[in-house]
């Protein structure tokens, strides 16, 4: 089993930033792939960003490209997402999720291939 805990909400300005973190606990062994996905009330959840396992391979939605950059630092066990320039349209529930499969499957299958999620973190961007 994999636990993960978002954290670093809250409510910030248009312009503004914030910096999330997810912590993994469990059986962190098993995660390859991770991503942050965004849920606005009465919309579907949405892909934001994802990373793989060495890091060194990353992929953006191309509303948050150039805003966001997503990180991990594995002997932490932890998942980054740095926001930047923050809009309106950024506010939503943010998920952390990992993967059993690696990088280039979740890209190509897309979120069904996440494994385990986060209960999320609020953002709200303030016009």
């Known amino acids: 089993q994999v636990q993960l805990v978002e954290s670093g909400g809250g409510l910030v300005q248009a312009g503004g930033s914030l910096r999330l973190s997810c912590a993994a606990s469990?059986?962190?062994?098993?995660?390859?792939?991770m991503g942050w996905f965004r849920q606005a009330p009465g919309k579907e959840r949405e892909f934001v960003a994802a990373?793989?396992?060495?890091?060194?391979?990353?992929a953006y939605a191309d509303s948050v490209k150039g805003r966001f950059t997503i990180s991990r630092d594995n002997a932490k066990n932890t998942l980054y997402l740095q926001m930047n320039n923050l809009k309106p349209e950024d506010t939503a529930a943010y998920y952390c999720?990992?993967?059993?499969?690696?990088?280039?499957?979740?890209?190509?299958?897309?979120?069904?291939?996440?494994?385990?999620w986060g209960q999320g973190t609020q953002v709200t961007v303030a016009s």
């Open positions: 999720a990992a993967s059993l499969s690696g990088f280039t499957t979740v890209q190509r299958m897309g979120i069904s291939r996440y494994n385990y």
């Open positions: 469990g059986r962190t062994f098993s995660m390859n792939a």
């Open positions: 990373i793989s396992l060495s890091g060194d391979s990353t």
